[in-house]
């Protein structure tokens, strides 16, 4: 029955990206506008895009910006008129598999998103103003507004299972041993801080963080009923007044750096192409470890893909506790 289910929504993803290729053959066709949009639609690299190509998509007239889904669209409106707008035919959805889709409709002809350089993205002051200006236009939720004037931490953890050798997917960036998070939470509120959690439905971390009884638990509140509407005005709000983040890497370490916060991320792989657009003057990483062949080594992807390809025999080692303390004491100066 499992097996048939993984046919059905491999079907179901090859269709959807094929839907939206023909669809783009079509709207290409029009050479009255440009078309941009970038190569990702999940959340952290959609908002790096649309920031970067803020001023060339409201200088030039004839640019139109397509939006794919549901993330990309909170973010296109957050930024842009609706008169730039054209929207995919075939919306992806909340319930659609967006990664699955999107990485299906990446190499076929017709998707051609605009490049983005992302080492020429400079955190100007400017665009920190941008997001405060975004931020002043819209309301935000009462219980939001009110921790304005609050001490406290943002965490987001990815959760899949409990598995801490799971490499599959992005488990990889997952923290699979959430007692240290409970020591965290419970060594942040002795502090006297409060700590929001991030996230929303389809994160399981919430379910089993909320499971715990916390030493302080009247310091420990969740995002996601927080916000009315779980609005992108109401996480920009909460970032710029927090005293910055701890946690897995997401997209929202995105607009935790613009408004220049400091970050603590660990239990990640390193990135050996991309290391170099991590921008470490506002982010500290802790990498997993790996050990093969009793030798021990920072997680890298290309271990990983020499994991996978040859089978080899390993063991993942998360980020301890004291070493994510230690860290978070020197970033914060707590």
């Given at each position: 029955?499992?097996?048939l289910?993984?046919?059905l929504?491999?079907?179901?993803?090859?269709?959807?990206?094929?839907?939206?290729?023909?669809?783009?053959?079509?709207?290409?066709?029009n050479?009255?506008?440009?078309?941009?949009?970038?190569n990702?639609f999940?959340?952290?690299?959609?908002?790096?895009?649309?920031?970067?190509?803020?001023?060339?998509?409201?200088?030039?007239?004839?640019?139109?910006i397509?939006v794919?889904?549901?993330?990309?669209?909170?973010?296109?409106?957050?930024l842009?008129?609706?008169?730039?707008?054209v929207?995919?035919?075939?919306?992806?959805?909340?319930?659609?598999?967006?990664?699955?889709?999107?990485?299906k409709?990446?190499?076929l002809?017709n998707?051609?998103?605009e490049?983005?350089?992302?080492?020429k993205?400079?955190n100007?002051?400017?665009i920190?103003?941008?997001?405060?200006?975004?931020i002043?236009?819209n309301?935000?939720?009462?219980?939001?507004?009110?921790?304005?004037n609050e001490?406290?931490?943002?965490?987001?953890?990815?959760?899949?299972?409990?598995?801490?050798?799971?490499?599959?997917?992005?488990?990889?960036?997952?923290?699979?041993?959430?007692?240290?998070?409970?020591?965290?939470?419970n060594?942040?509120t002795?502090?006297?801080?409060?700590?929001?959690?991030?996230?929303?439905?389809k994160?399981?971390?919430?379910?089993?963080?909320?499971?715990?009884?916390f030493?302080?638990?009247e310091?420990?509140?969740?995002?996601?009923?927080?916000?009315?509407?779980?609005?992108?005005e109401?996480?920009?709000?909460?970032?710029?007044?927090?005293?910055?983040y701890?946690?897995?890497?997401s997209?929202?370490?995105?607009?935790?750096?613009?408004?220049?916060?400091?970050a603590?991320?660990?239990?990640?792989?390193?990135?050996?192409?991309?290391?170099?657009?991590?921008?470490?003057?506002?982010?500290n990483?802790?990498?997993?470890?790996?050990?093969?062949?009793?030798?021990?080594?920072?997680?890298?992807?290309?271990?990983i893909?020499n994991?996978k390809?040859?089978?080899?025999?390993?063991?993942?080692?998360?980020?301890?506790?004291?070493?994510?303390?230690?860290?978070?004491?020197?970033?914060?100066?707590?």
């Open positions: 029955m499992r097996r289910v993984d046919i929504k491999q079907s179901l993803i090859f269709i959807y990206a094929n839907l939206i290729n023909i669809w783009l053959f079509y709207n290409n066709k050479k009255n506008y440009k078309y941009i949009y970038p990702y999940n959340f952290g690299d959609a908002f790096i895009f649309y920031l970067y190509n803020y001023s060339k998509i409201k200088r030039k007239k004839n640019n139109k397509i794919f889904g549901n993330i990309d669209k909170k973010i296109i409106f957050l842009f008129s609706k008169k730039k707008l929207f995919n035919f075939f919306f992806i959805f909340k319930f659609l598999p967006l990664h699955p889709i999107q990485s409709l990446q190499p002809v998707f051609k998103p490049f983005c350089d992302y080492l993205l400079r100007k002051d400017s920190k103003n941008l997001l405060n200006l975004k002043k236009n309301l935000i939720s009462k219980n939001i507004e009110k921790f304005k001490n406290y931490f943002l965490i987001f953890i990815k959760h899949y299972n409990n598995n801490i050798d799971d490499l599959s997917g992005s488990h990889g960036r997952q923290t699979a041993d959430l007692n240290k998070v409970y020591e965290l939470i060594y942040l002795d502090k006297k801080y409060q700590v929001i959690i991030m996230g929303d439905e994160d399981k971390s919430l379910e089993e963080i909320k499971k715990f009884k030493n302080h638990s310091k420990v509140s969740f995002f996601k009923e927080l916000s009315e509407k779980y609005s992108i109401d996480q920009l709000y909460i970032i710029k007044f927090s005293k910055g701890i946690g897995n890497g997209g929202i370490i995105e607009p935790v750096y613009f408004f220049k916060k400091k603590v991320i660990f239990d990640l792989q390193f990135d050996e192409e991309n290391y170099i657009h991590y921008n470490l003057e506002y982010r990483f802790l990498f997993k470890k790996v050990i093969i062949n009793n030798e021990k080594s920072v997680l890298t992807n290309t271990i893909k994991i390809t040859h089978k080899l025999r390993y063991k993942i080692i998360d980020s301890p506790l004291r070493e994510i303390i230690s860290e978070i004491n020197k970033t914060f100066n707590i």
